[in-house]
């Protein structure tokens, strides 16, 4: 008897889509970073998965227990050859740092501040790009990871989307901002820039490591 055809969901590889066979599943998901997809014994209810959020089919809180063994099968491996970047906020204080590391054997990269009357998601911003131009003056077209995804959007689109008001104690983290954003506007690059799923691989390589 032969076997029910499979339908498989792409949500994260080079093209999002459902595919009828295995094969051309795997030409999209092959040596992708953090791809995600599944695979669904009907192409109507792999539709409608492609429709919602990845982690309620793949995620092991929604998923079947069984299934909750091989998630990471779903989303990969991080590259080890890459950069790592995180931000601390000190929420007393207001202070925040950031820092960058190789995340295969975790050597610090760079570090910079604390600077006072910042925001968690600033320090992601500029973390990513102080990577981005650490990386770019080494002629490395190293992926970065961060698990910042507002971070990330912001670096899309060249501009830290912040709220926080300019004071004379934050005026130098303003200084470094309005010089990332220009950056990114002068300069190109090739290098990936990549969520860290948390979930599935741990704490983020250059985590701080103060929760």
């Known amino acids: 008897m032969a076997k029910p055809p499979k339908f498989y969901v792409v949500w994260k590889g080079r093209e999002k889509g459902v595919y009828d ?21 009907s192409r109507t209810v792999a539709e409608k998965a492609l429709g919602e959020k990845p982690h ?3 995620n092991p809180a929604t998923a079947p227990a069984a299934a909750g063994k091989s998630q990471k099968l779903f989303v990969g491996q991080p590259i080890r050859d890459s950069l790592a970047v995180d931000a601390a906020w000190n929420t007393a204080s207001g202070d925040m ?11 610090l990269l760079f570090h910079q501040g604390p600077f006072p009357d910042g925001t968690n998601n600033i ?29 990330i959007g912001w670096v899309q689109k060249g501009k830290a989307n912040t709220k926080l ?26 290098n990936k820039i990549l969520k860290w799923e948390t979930e599935h691989w741990g704490e983020n390589p250059a985590d701080f490591g103060r929760k």
């Open 123 to 151: 320090g992601e911003f500029l973390a990513i790009v102080h990577a981005l131009a650490w990386l770019d003056q080494r002629r490395s077209n190293l992926p970065i990871y961060s698990d910042s995804r507002t971070a």
């Open 56 to 58: 309620l089919h793949l």
């Open 21 to 41: 066979t295995w094969e051309a599943c795997q030409e999209q998901i092959q040596n992708y970073p953090g791809a995600l997809y599944k695979s669904f014994e």
């Open 97 to 107: 740092e950031y820092q960058g590391v190789h995340a295969g054997t975790k050597q």
């Open 165 to 190: 008001a300019e004071t004379p104690r934050n005026a130098q983290l303003f200084e470094l901002i309005a010089r990332a954003e220009n950056w990114l506007k002068t300069h190109r690059y090739a």
